[in-house]
């Protein structure tokens, strides 16, 4: 959903505060889905035997790298988005101005 911020800006101050609530609590929750995947993955990727509770080397090796490599990509993932996003909100406003023009 998009939306201009001038809407937000309009809203009653009690209206305002539970909306950044609300988004804040969306960024937890996205957060810690976000750390869940990454242990499960990682566990699954790289944890080989439970016969003892602390990690071998190897294992320590495994889940650093597949920690590095996750976190890479989601950022890289993020970038990809804010550049999809403002290209859509570029042509958007092409178009508002192209239709503005054509109704003088």
Not at 5 to 14: E, F, G, K, T
Not at 50 to 79: D, I
């Amino acid at each position: 959903m998009n939306f201009p911020l001038d809407s937000v800006q309009d809203l009653p101050d009690d209206a305002k505060m539970a909306l950044g609530a609300a988004l804040e609590q969306m960024q937890v929750r996205d957060s810690l889905k976000m750390y869940n995947r990454l242990v499960e993955r990682c566990f699954k990727e790289c944890v080989e035997d439970m016969r003892s509770k602390a990690l071998t080397g190897k294992e320590e090796q495994c889940v650093a790298k597949c920690c590095e490599k996750f976190m890479h990509v989601t950022a890289r993932v993020g970038m990809r988005f804010q550049e999809f996003f403002s290209q859509m909100e570029q042509q958007a406003a092409a178009a508002a101005a192209a239709a503005s023009s054509q109704g003088k």
